[in-house]
């Protein structure tokens, strides 16, 4: 203790005696009795252990908020996002979760939130994640020029702290304990936090989460944006993604069939059609498509993912059996991309489509990766379209009890007889959603 007007802790925090009620009541401040050469000392350590040394280029001057190429909507949520971090660079106060896909700008505007206030002359620790901990394992080692606590003691008192890509790190017990402490004792000292992640908040270690969840604190920016790496003129699809073999199959050459098919099934054939058409225009919850192979499931679905391409969403269209192929060719010691990375990519799409569910192989590794994929964005509430030959009650039991949610998910079931020919029997079903 340094003993000064009230006692501070070790590591130079006072906290005010002030009334309950009061805007500081509770708030860790920086000792006024601590020796300046104490404060030195710790922004001098703080920017040696910074990432955001080499990240000096990302600032606010040069994001861009209104995106490349993308809609009105999601450059309105960009610029809301850019907003809240320039108005907390100017006064850092409670935290910040800024929540996205990879390539959002979610590090970027850390960054730059980081790189204002050293430029004002106000110390901030900008981490990742995996080197935060690599930055404490470090300290066991005999040569370690510094212990633990203090690295650690460093760390969970930095006046500003930045953590990048929260979630990139393997949860280990020991990993998630260190971050538990770290943050929670900046929650309780109210101290400026911002965090990046692209996680959803249901897959945050729960101890944090309800910490994020305080609303009195925590103010939670989520970026819609699509990776900034492909977007507008500079756009590269995916290499998952076979929407490019789909290019000519669009709404305005969709067959109808109304001289081939007899009045039920011409009364189907619209009403699915059109209830495409409809998704298509401001996708909500899931679609699947059912149907005999030749229906049209796979052109409309096609349809409804090129509208969505020319919107400005980042969209996958992928058949199933390939999805799977794509996650195994990660485990080859030569692949270009890590398994993690290309199974956030799918699971993260703004929109994505899963064509021929149910003919890929059934084995417990792959119907462990569907499900896991298909959760996610059930939870998420992402927009996601699915075609199949097999009936609902075939579907694996996992995904079928969530495509049964009407409330996120409408169900278009065996609309038309294949093309190729077969009975012209009207469709069984159109279940629409539910109304909330």
């Known amino acids: 203790m340094c003993g000064g007007p009230a006692l501070c802790d070790d590591i130079g925090y006072v906290r005010k005696d002030v009334p309950i009620g009061d805007p500081d009541f509770g708030k860790a401040f920086p000792c006024p009795a601590r020796p300046v050469s104490m404060t030195t000392a710790i922004v001098g350590a703080l920017n040696e252990s910074s990432s955001v040394v080499s990240l000096t280029h990302m600032t606010f001057d040069n994001f861009m908020p209104q995106g490349l190429g993308i809609s009105a909507e999601k450059q309105k949520n960009l610029q809301r996002a850019y907003d809240v971090a320039f108005q907390f660079a100017e006064e850092p106060r409670g935290w910040l979760l800024l929540k996205g896909g990879f390539g959002a700008g979610k590090t970027h505007l850390a960054a730059a939130i980081a790189n204002f206030r050293l430029q004002v002359g106000q110390p901030a620790l900008f981490i990742v994640v995996p080197d935060l901990l690599d930055y404490l394992r ?29 979630g990139a790190h393997s949860a280990t017990p ?45 103010q939670i920016v989520t970026i819609t944006a699509p990776d900034f790496r492909q977007s507008g003129a500079n756009r590269v699809e995916s290499e998952l993604s076979t929407l490019h073999l789909h290019l000519d199959q669009r709404f305005a050459n969709f067959d109808l069939r109304e001289r081939e098919l007899n009045r039920d099934a011409r009364d189907a054939m619209r009403m699915a059609f059109e209830t495409c058409k ?18 049209g499931k796979t052109h409309l679905a096609a349809a409804i ?32 991309v890590s398994y993690d990375r290309r199974f956030d990519e799918i699971r993260t799409a703004q929109f994505l489509v899963l064509d021929d569910l149910g003919t890929e192989s059934a084995t417990p590794w792959a119907k462990e990766k569907l499900f896991q994929i298909v959760n996610y964005r059930y ?26 949610d009407l409330r996120r998910c409408t169900i278009i079931s065996d609309f038309a007889p ?13 279940r629409k959603k539910s109304k909330k």
């Open 138 to 166: 470090a300290t066991y080692s005999p040569n370690s020029a510094v212990t633990y606590d203090e690295r650690f003691e460093s760390l969970r008192g930095a006046p500003l702290l930045l953590l990048d890509d929260y």
């Open 174 to 218: 020991w990993a998630q304990e260190k971050l538990f402490q770290l943050l929670n004792f900046r929650y309780n000292a109210q101290l400026p936090t911002v965090i990046t992640t692209n996680q959803e908040l249901e897959e945050i270690d729960l101890r944090l989460r309800s910490r994020l969840a305080d609303v009195a604190l925590c």
């Open 278 to 295: 409809h998704y298509a225009e401001a996708p909500e919850g899931w679609l699947v498509l059912t149907g005999e192979y030749g229906c």
């Open 305 to 336: 993912a090129n509208e969505r391409e020319e919107a400005g969403d980042t969209t996958l269209f992928i058949v199933v059996p390939d999805l799977l192929d794509h996650l195994r060719a990660t485990f080859n010691p030569n692949s270009a």
């Open 379 to 404: 939870a998420a509430r992402l927009p996601t379209v699915f075609t199949t030959t097999q009936s609902i009650e075939e579907i694996e039991p996992r995904l079928r009890s969530r495509m049964y």
């Open 418 to 430: 294949s093309y190729r020919g077969g009975d012209l029997k009207p469709a069984n079903d159109v």
